[in-house]
């Protein structure tokens, strides 16, 4: 039994713990790769890559994407089955922009003469935000054939903000060095 946001007890139930043993799992990759990163800028081939502003934009998008989903969530349990829906359905269309986004970044750079093999900065730039990327389109894929009862939608929005965070933490970092 866990505690839920409103105080309630929550059964661990198999595909409860089976998102929380997800996320650890997901949190050791994007650990490594992170650790990965902060060494390997100390190095003297290591220049960093401009910022696009659209990751600025994309970064909002996905922030909009997880209140839409958490606005969802709050809807299916109260009952309001249409309005968790239409948030539901905001949320991915969101996530859906921001993948764009990402998409559109990497051809921004590409412009900019920045390639995968560039040099160590853009090749990490590419790594993280594909690897972000992936888990993104998996976590939309997934909740598209199974987001139909309020536990599995709570679930995904648990998984939907880690994402969140785990962006948040990677474009401070690429933003910051």
């Known amino acids: 039994m866990t505690n839920s946001p409103n105080g309630h007890r929550v059964p661990l139930t198999p595909a409860r713990l089976g998102v929380w043993l997800f996320l650890a799992v997901a949190t050791m990759i994007f650990a490594a790769l992170l650790s990965a990163y902060i060494v390997r800028m100390g190095s003297s081939d290591w220049h960093s890559l401009p910022k696009p502003g659209l990751l600025w934009v994309n970064t909002a998008i996905l922030l909009f994407s997880s ?30 922009l921001f993948l764009l986004g990402q998409i559109w970044a990497w051809v921004v750079l590409h412009k900019l003469g920045y390639f995968l093999n560039t040099n160590p900065s853009s090749s990490f730039f590419y790594l993280l935000t594909a690897v972000h990327g992936v888990h993104l389109l998996g976590g939309l894929i997934v909740a598209a054939w199974t987001v139909r009862t309020t536990e599995r939608l709570q679930l995904f929005v648990i998984y939907w903000h880690f994402l969140t965070v785990v962006w948040v933490m990677l474009f401070g970092l690429i933003v910051l060095t």
């Open 67 to 96: 209140a839409a989903l958490q606005w969802a969530t709050i809807a299916e349990r109260q009952g309001a089955h249409r309005n968790a829906q239409i948030g539901f359905v905001a949320g991915a269309v969101l996530s859906a």
